[in-house]
Structures are given as C-alpha cells and as structure tokens.
C-alpha cells in the first residue's frame, strides 16, 4: 500500500520560505504523479504543482510559478516543495498526493489514488 506523509508547514511572515516534504513508500517509481494541492477554507482544491516520477518532469501552477518548485530525491523516495516568497493567499492546508498517470490527463486533472494527512501553512502579512 502507498503511506504519504507530509512535513515542514508552519507559520511564516510574508516573504519568507518553508519547504514542504512529502515521504513516500509502497509506490510506483514509474510513470506515476507526485503532487501537491492545497485548499483553504470556503475555498475548492487546488493543484500547485506536480513530477512525473521516473521522467522527472515538472508542473506548477500559474499561481505559484516563480516562488515555488518542486522536487524529487530518489534515494529517500521523497517529493519536496520549496516555497520562496510567501504570500498571505498561500495560507492552506497542503497535501501530498500519488497516482499513476492515466492516459489523457494532465498532472491536474490525473486521478490521484493516495492522500496524505496534510500539513498547514499559515502566512502572515
């Protein structure tokens, strides 16, 4: 089974930098996404950024391009998101989130099958 577990939110100021971590296990190291969306209260999911596993290409979102990457280390089978030059809007709960790239689909229309539990990032003006 895929176990997802997510570190490194927090509370920051405007203009300052965390870095999520996403660790995995029990997963695909092949044609699958490795993602991360977030959502903030009253507000839909949203896809932040996205890897292809195993091609190592990279996606984020218009909303964050420039301030945010994301990342892979293939010995720790870990996913990570750098985040530079937060925002207040950035403030959600984030999650980490796996699934195999079906046919069609886009890194933010792909059916993620594996959640993590999420981890909060609060940004303070």
């Known amino acids: 089974a895929q176990v997802l577990a997510e570190s490194g939110g927090g509370s920051v100021q405007a203009g300052r930098s965390l870095r999520l971590t996403c660790a995995g296990s029990?997963?695909?190291?092949?044609?699958?996404?490795m993602g991360w969306f977030r959502q903030a209260p009253g507000k839909e999911r949203e896809a932040v950024a996205a890897i292809e596993i195993g091609g190592g290409k990279m996606y984020t979102a218009d909303s964050v391009r420039g301030r945010f990457t994301i990342f892979q280390d293939h010995g720790r089978n870990s996913v990570y998101l750098q985040m530079n030059g937060l925002k207040p809007e950035d403030t959600a709960m984030y999650y980490c989130?796996?699934?195999?790239?079906?046919?069609?689909?886009?890194?933010?229309?792909?059916?993620?099958?594996?959640w993590g539990q999420g981890t909060q990032v609060t940004v303070e003006p």
């Open positions: 029990g997963y695909r190291l092949r044609n699958t996404f």
């Open positions: 989130a796996a699934g195999l790239k079906r046919a069609g689909s886009s890194w933010q229309t792909n059916e993620y099958d594996y």
